[in-house]
């Protein structure tokens, strides 16, 4: 069955760093595009960046740019987000998700605390 796991989260004082990861398995890692999203306590789900199928090309919140970096493994159906210089405002629950067409999959999340 189809399976994303996130990994990587935990708590981290601001201006720190954290990668986290997302495993993948039961569809076709290489025909998707990847994404992560977020969300904090009472606000709405947000997508944090995204990277097509052949990682040829990404895209990221205005939130976070210069800050985090999404890549992927194809070989290892995995996708990553670096983050870094984080903010207290960057708290939330980051959530892995793959895209194709009209098909979407969600992990279950990860917490990422920022606070000192």
């Known amino acids: 069955q189809v399976q994303l796991v996130e990994s990587g989260g935990g708590l981290v004082q601001p201006g720190g760093s954290l990668r986290l990861s997302c495993a993948t398995s039961?569809?076709?890692?290489?025909?998707?595009?990847m994404s992560w999203y977020r969300q904090a306590p009472g606000k709405e789900r947000e997508l944090v960046a995204t990277?097509?199928?052949?990682?040829?090309?990404?895209n990221y919140a205005d939130s976070v740019k210069g800050r985090f970096a999404i890549s992927r493994i194809n070989a290892k159906n995995t996708v990553y987000l670096q983050m870094n210089s984080l903010k207290p405002e960057d708290t939330a629950v980051y959530y892995c998700?793959?895209?194709?067409?009209?098909?979407?999959?969600w992990g279950q999340g990860t917490q990422v605390t920022v606070s000192s």
């Open positions: 998700n793959a895209r194709r067409d009209f098909i979407r999959y």
């Open positions: 039961g569809f076709t890692f290489s025909s998707y595009v």
């Open positions: 990277i097509t199928s052949t990682g040829a090309m990404t």
